[in-house]
């Protein structure tokens, strides 16, 4: 069984020399052994699961006419904002498509021009003896076609134009730019993104918990998992200093791994001015991190502290001191705990039970101890001052 860390804390503090319990043993008769009261204390409730960061949006930015890729307009690694110009694309030949899409135009309008006048002549002989019928339906027939030429010059205008519009390339959300294709090249829809963009404040960070870890959140959440707050470690140990909150949670369960993917969004701000290497938000797209999920709301649990716990091969127990001070073995389950020098107990001890938390290396099972009260080791502070182990 691997032992946790404050387990390592508490053997440290075993061995490190004499305690107070050793202090006050007198030669022969039962062992001194500091002894303190199981106590009920307001704890808040908190699980650990690796999780990973993904932007909100991640927009791949395609050419969407073919030309001479001619400028980029930003510096790879920037921040961008929708609407803000990325790349132009050569322009001459797609506004030349246009000037000769706005002749036809003019042409077709011309055309309708004059077979609406022709309609017009006819349709007034037609009632004198120089009028014919077929001259009229002739003419009438011509200036559909004339209408129907012009909707086509016009909408092979408004392609043109539209075409025009796609040689000037911008971004589509506000966000971080990645690396991109270089000036120079010959760029088609059917190529490679020119570039992503990627959204960073708020971000995602997805994360799976086990099917029954997902009721146990939901029950300390006293209404459900957008009850908890998320917090992140982030590799390097640090915790993040902004709050999350869990904002989906997958309709299905996993058949292969048992578990339900959870979703939080958290703020990324900006930290300063952006470095020449770009971006100055902590968390990064498809990142690790650890995410902490922590009740809103403490509940009242049974704690002792950390030293008084042992382990075996049979799992955590401490020793209890009974009637006439003698000592016996209990059983105990572990809750999570916020504090390394704290053991919150879910079951095997009730408040008020006296447990042995100094000199256990001295007590056996069923022996007679001589209880004293416990103090707690006063911890150094750590090498580089912030309460971290960094």
Do not use: C, W
């Not at 339906?137 to 205008?157: F, H, Y």
Request: hydrophobic letters at 40%; zero cysteines.
């Amino acid at each position: 069984m691997r032992l946790p860390y404050s387990a390592i804390v508490f053997a440290s503090l075993v061995a490190g020399g004499a305690t107070a319990a050793e202090a006050q043993m007198g030669p022969g008769g039962p062992p001194a052994v500091g002894v303190t009261k199981a106590a009920e204390t307001p704890i808040y409730q908190s699980s650990e699961y690796v999780g990973r960061i993904q932007a909100v949006s991640k927009v791949t930015v395609r050419a969407r006419v073919t030309g001479l890729l001619e400028e980029r307009d930003f510096k790879e690694g920037d921040e961008v904002k929708q609407g803000q110009q990325l790349f132009i694309i050569e322009q001459p030949p797609y506004q030349a498509a246009v000037l000769q899409a706005q002749g036809a135009v003019i042409q077709a309008e011309a055309s309708l021009k004059n077979a609406k006048q022709n309609l017009n002549r006819s349709s007034t002989l037609l009632n004198t003896p120089a009028g014919q019928r077929s001259t009229v339906d002739t003419d009438t027939a011509s200036q559909g076609q004339s209408q129907g030429q012009l909707l086509v010059a016009e909408a092979q205008l408004q392609t043109a134009q539209i075409n025009l519009g796609y040689t000037t390339i911008r971004s589509p959300i506000d966000g971080r730019i990645g690396i991109s294709t270089d000036p120079g090249n010959v760029v088609a829809f059917t190529d490679s993104p020119l570039v992503t963009v990627v959204s960073e404040d708020p971000e995602y960070v997805l994360f799976p918990v086990s099917e029954v870890d997902a009721m146990k959140l939901i029950a300390q959440g006293k209404g459900g998992l957008d009850q908890m707050s998320v917090k992140l470690r982030l590799p390097n140990g640090q915790t993040y200093d902004q709050t999350g909150k869990i904002d989906f949670s997958d309709i299905s369960v996993s058949s292969s791994t048992d578990t339900i993917d959870l979703r939080a969004s958290i703020p990324n701000p900006a930290r300063g001015a952006a470095t020449d290497a770009g971006g100055n938000r902590t968390l990064v797209d498809g990142g690790f991190v650890t995410v902490i999920l922590q009740s809103k709301n403490p509940v009242q649990s049974i704690t002792i502290p950390r030293a008084a716990v042992l382990a075996d091969q049979q799992g955590f127990y401490v020793f209890v001191i009974g009637d006439k001070n003698v000592a016996a073995r209990r059983n105990i389950t572990m809750g999570q705990s916020p504090d390394p020098l704290l053991a919150v107990i879910a079951s095997g001890l009730k408040v008020g039970d006296q447990v042995v938390a100094d000199g256990v290396q001295r007590v056996h099972p069923g022996a007679p101890v001589k209880p004293v009260p416990y103090q707690a080791p006063v911890m150094p502070p750590s090498a580089n001052g912030d309460g971290s182990d960094d």
